[in-house]
């Protein structure tokens, strides 16, 4: 704004007005203090919240025997027949004899002279699992030459696959190739064909019968209709690559070692929350939530999950699998002891941390209570922390204008008071101007 220094007065009358205004943006300097305060505890807050979801996600992993539990697989022909976890597994050993393997129907056209050889036209009918697909052979679709009719066929038939082949014949060599998307004999593909007119006579004949694929299993013959069955083996999928050199020996068994990773990562995901918590009472240097209400009962609810008995008739309780809480409320594991116990008693186990109220379970639901963004104890909290400071940015925007306006006022005043003195002075001056000249006068 523009200078109102005392020409007349001879007043610093800027300075003035700037101590005058510090002084009245007191108010506003403690509302931006408080602002700041109430920001780093909802960023204390959030930090806090983001802790308990990251906790959530770990226990989500592994709150249920299928998540928890932990197998391995293994072939003695791997080239010929995989194996892979898929769930729940029953330990044991299996002899597995691929006898053959699941195949998709495949019908082989007959030869042309080229992709592009015109052919009678008339109508396909590919018959699926699925129903009847008409195709019509017409030089309107493109579908007179093999070229044309293949790409038709991919865009507009569902469940086959089809290509022109080139078989290096010396006179016709060109042919249309049909492939089912699915193996196994209830997926056979078959074509009917009616033409007439001139060009070269589309036929087809069998390369490839659809069949099932066989195998032996514990001298038991089984079918399946893919090469990947998920359902031969409790909790493996199986991967026939091959017919077997005689009999494969498939082994499945529990892996307590993984179990125990898992175990781990809800380990280190609670003791992040647990370090973060204390961080905010402590003696020297406290976080901004010290003597927080919200982050006591958050820690109170926590560890007396940790107290809660998740025993059963063959585990005493957590301690008995290596898990256990120190004085400053870490979580402890032992991960020998909990390989050795859920190596013994793999069921057991399961129960007490992924069964009906296990640990992983219950400490999940209370989580979820806490962090609950309708009814839990969190996000009331932050929307307090935003309404507050919603409330005091107003408030700030409302005393800035006043203050402009104050400032105002005073430089209008001192305005005045300058145009007052001057013409005080102006009068002053014609006053002596006049006494002198009566003086001069008088002599």
């Known amino acids: 704004m523009p200078s109102v220094d005392g020409l007349i007065s001879?007043?610093?009358?800027?300075?003035?007005?700037?101590?005058?205004?510090d002084v009245a943006r007191a108010p506003i300097r403690a509302m931006q203090s408080n602002i700041s305060r109430i920001e780093s505890r909802r960023t204390a807050m959030q930090e806090m919240n983001t802790l308990m979801s990251d906790l959530q996600s770990a226990l989500a992993a592994v709150d249920t025997g299928g998540e928890f539990g932990a197998a391995t697989v293994s072939s003695s022909q791997?080239?010929?027949?995989?194996?892979?976890?898929?769930?729940?597994?029953t330990p044991g050993t299996h002899t597995i004899q691929v006898l053959s393997l699941a195949e998709s129907t495949v019908l082989r056209g007959n030869g042309f002279s080229s992709a592009d050889e015109e052919m009678r036209a008339g109508t396909l009918s590919i018959t699926t699992a699925a129903g009847v697909t008409?195709?019509?052979?017409?030089a309107a679709d493109g579908t007179r030459t093999l070229t044309g009719l293949a790409s038709y066929i991919n865009?507009?038939?569902?469940?086959?696959?089809?290509?022109?082949?080139?078989?290096?014949?010396?006179?016709?060599?060109?042919?249309l190739m049909i492939e089912g998307e699915q193996g196994g004999a209830a997926n056979e593909v078959s074509t009917s064909i009616s033409s007439s007119g001139s060009g070269r006579e589309l036929t087809f004949d069998t390369a490839r019968s659809a069949s099932d694929a066989e195998l032996l299993v514990d001298n038991t013959t089984v079918y399946r209709d893919n090469n990947t069955p998920s359902d031969v083996l409790p909790g493996v999928q199986l991967d026939l690559k091959n017919v077997t050199s005689g009999e494969a020996r498939i082994t499945v068994g529990?892996?307590?070692?993984?179990?125990?990773?898992?175990?781990?990562?809800?380990?280190?995901?609670?003791?992040?929350?647990?370090?973060?918590?204390?961080?905010?009472?402590?003696?020297?240097?406290?976080?901004?939530?010290?003597g927080d209400a919200t982050v006591r009962t958050v820690q109170r609810r926590i560890q007396s999950m940790m107290s809660a008995n998740y025993g059963n008739a063959d585990i005493s309780g957590l301690g008995a699998l290596g898990l256990g809480t120190s004085q400053t409320g870490e979580l402890e594991f032992d991960s020998a002891e909990f390989t050795a116990k859920a190596g013994s008693n793999y069921a057991a186990a399961l129960d007490v941390l992924t069964g009906v109220g296990g640990f992983f379970?219950?400490?999940?639901?209370?989580?979820?209570?806490?962090?609950?963004t309708s009814t839990g104890l969190i996000q009331p909290r932050l929307d307090s922390y935003d309404n507050q400071i919603t409330d005091l940015n107003d408030r700030i925007d409302d005393s800035s204008f006043r203050l402009e306006q104050y400032e105002q006022t005073l430089r209008s005043q001192f305005t005045q008071m300058e145009s007052l003195l001057l013409t005080y002075q102006s009068t002053g001056d014609y006053l002596a101007a006049q006494l002198s000249s009566l003086s001069s006068n008088n002599s």
């Open 10 to 21: 001879g007043l610093d009358t800027s300075s003035i007005i700037s101590q005058l205004m």
């Open 78 to 89: 791997q080239d010929s027949l995989g194996a892979s976890v898929t769930g729940d597994v």
């Open 134 to 138: 008409d195709v019509p052979l017409d």
């Open 155 to 175: 865009e507009n038939v569902d469940g086959v696959n089809a290509y022109v082949l080139d078989t290096g014949d010396g006179t016709t060599p060109f042919r």
């Open 254 to 290: 529990r892996d307590p070692t993984a179990m125990a990773t898992k175990v781990e990562s809800v380990v280190e995901a609670y003791n992040k929350l647990n370090d973060f918590i204390r961080s905010q009472s402590k003696a020297e240097d406290p976080g901004p939530l010290a």
């Open 361 to 372: 379970g219950a400490m999940h639901s209370q989580l979820d209570l806490i962090t609950d």
